[in-house]
């Protein structure tokens, strides 16, 4: 079984939660958006998750991320893989994407070797926007997230 290890940041803009999520480069996802975007994440077998995920995060940002890290329960992907997240509150300037990249064939079948970054863009989204944006596997990230932050499901609710 294929396990991931990712980070979910998440910052209060006048009280309000955000979360910042990555759509991911490459041909195959270029025209698509809802459900596509993701956590930064990445696969990991050798090391500890948390410092998998830590180590996604600056792959696929280009920059470090610290603070409290809260492990999230681990959600299972429609490909069966296993993804292990942790919230930390930051702040991330999208603008300053720096991903790494991979190389591929395209077109298919033409030779030749293309770079595309890891990660295309990086935005942040209120929570709502957020489920529809992100990989349906993904979803109870941002409803735990929720959950545990100053008003969410186990706090005062507002209207």
């Known amino acids: 079984m294929k396990t991931s290890a ?3 940041l998440y910052r209060l803009v006048e009280g309000v939660p955000q979360v910042l999520l990555v759509h991911p480069g490459g041909p195959f996802w270029a025209k698509k958006d809802l459900g596509a975007w993701s956590v930064p994440k990445g696969e990991f077998t050798d090391e500890a998750p948390l410092v ?12 470090d991320v610290d ?9 299972r992907q429609a490909s069966g893989k296993l993804v292990h997240v942790w919230a930390v509150e930051g702040d991330f300037a999208v603008e300053t ?3 790494n990249t991979f190389e591929m064939t395209w077109p298919p079948r033409s030779g030749k070797v293309v770079a595309f970054p890891e990660v295309d ?6 929570l709502e926007e957020a489920r529809r944006k992100i990989n349906p596997g993904q979803v109870p990230l941002v ?13 005062e609710r507002g209207p």
Request: hydrophobic share 40%.
């Open 67 to 75: 603070g409290t890290f809260i492990p999230l329960s681990p959600v």
């Open 143 to 155: 409803d735990e997230l929720e959950a545990i932050l100053p008003g969410g499901e186990q706090g």
């Open 121 to 126: 863009r990086a935005a942040w989204f209120g």
């Open 97 to 99: 994407l720096r991903s």
């Open 6 to 8: 990712g980070i979910l």
């Open 52 to 63: 998998a995920a830590r180590r996604e995060f600056r792959e696929e940002l280009g920059r």
